[in-house]
Nanobody, 117 residues
Framework: VQLQASGGGLVQAGGSLRLSCFASGFTSDDYAIGWIRQAPGKERELVAHITGGGIKNFADSVKGQFTISRDNAKNTVYLQIDNMTTDDTAVYYC????????????WGQGTLVTVSS
């Protein structure tokens, strides 16, 4: 299983960004793909995830600001971040949590998001 995150960069406060997570090599239907961020000096935070069945969940801190979606044809999960603030500055990781067979966790490399004021 391989995950490849992309789309990070430098954005001004108030702007938007869309992150992509391309997932390959898995066949399970019992999984969730999530986005986890780690800001400087802070612990990792699960901000959003989407299950194989399409159920979406968001951390309270990002509800209304983050949107998660997927394109099954492209094996890609997207994280749309709107109305960005400096608090959104972090390394964003995508994670595949496979419930069966498993549980197993797979991680992609992080993509850095920097929001300037």
């Amino acid at each position: 299983v391989q995950l490849q995150a992309s789309g990070g960069g430098l954005v001004q406060a108030g702007g938007s960004l869309r992150l992509s997570c391309f997932a390959s090599g898995f066949t399970s239907d019992d999984y969730a793909i999530g986005w986890i961020r780690q800001a400087p000096g802070k612990e990792r935070e699960l901000v959003a995830h989407i299950t194989g069945g399409g159920i979406k969940n968001f951390a309270d801190s990002v509800k209304g600001q983050f949107t998660i979606s997927r394109d099954n044809a492209k094996n890609t999960v997207y994280l749309q971040i709107d109305n960005m603030t400096t608090d959104d500055t972090a390394v964003y990781y995508c994670n595949l949590h496979q419930l069966w067979p498993g549980p197993k966790d797979y991680w992609g490399q992080g993509t850095l998001v920097t929001v300037s004021s």
